[in-house]
């Protein structure tokens, strides 16, 4: 899934999110993807309601802005894989600012959520020894800090700025100035 950007409502009564609800047992890449969506139900997430096994699940250079009701602002429940360079800029009802459950593999890297939301990143959940949940250059966010905007673009800019997009300021529908992807 890549330079895709939804705009809406989706509500449902469990896995539900902006771009994907449930991807299973197959294996995803997702980058340069933004959600507008306001986002109702169980198991739900700005950009993912529920991740699949895969441990090459990536998600890479996303951010939420639509509202969630239910468990978390980029990732409702992630099995296993990698977050990069991500934010959730949203307001969450009844949940965290990344990724509400983990079960396994999990990586959080250079990705950051809004300082509203009290229980940031959110909880482990393992059912083995196996189990692993890092977490890397993450933190609380405000909406007009150029260190976002700088540390976004510096993981942008080592990785390939040719294929991620770059981050700026734009004033959004309720003249709120909030980080965007060029």
């Known amino acids: 899934i890549n330079n895709v950007e939804t705009f809406g409502l989706v509500i449902g009564n469990e896995n539900v999110g902006g771009l994907c609800g449930d991807f299973g047992y197959c294996e995803l890449k997702m980058q340069n993807c ?7 139900g169980n198991w ?34 992630w099995s296993s894989g990698t977050i990069f360079n991500c934010c959730n800029h949203s307001n969450v009802t009844g949940g965290c600012g990344l990724i509400y459950k983990t079960y396994n593999y999990t990586t959080i890297e250079n990705s950051f959520w809004l300082n509203d939301i009290s229980s ?4 482990e959940y393992s059912t083995n020894s196996s189990g692993r949940w890092k977490k890397t250059n993450c933190g609380i966010i405000t909406m007009n ?15 390939d700025p040719t294929l991620y997009r770059k981050w700026i300021y734009k004033k959004d529908s309720e003249g709120k100035v909030c980080p965007a992807m060029e």
Do not use: P
């Open 120 to 123: 940031n990143v959110g909880t």
């Open 34 to 40: 933004i959600n507008r969506c306001q986002i109702s």
């Open 44 to 77: 739900s997430g700005g950009l993912l309601g529920y991740g699949g096994t895969s441990s090459n699940n990536k998600i890479m250079n996303c951010a939420n802005y639509g509202d969630i009701s239910g468990n978390a602002g980029l990732i409702g429940y």
């Open 145 to 159: 800090s150029q260190d976002l905007i700088d540390a976004l673009n510096e993981w942008v800019n080592n990785n």
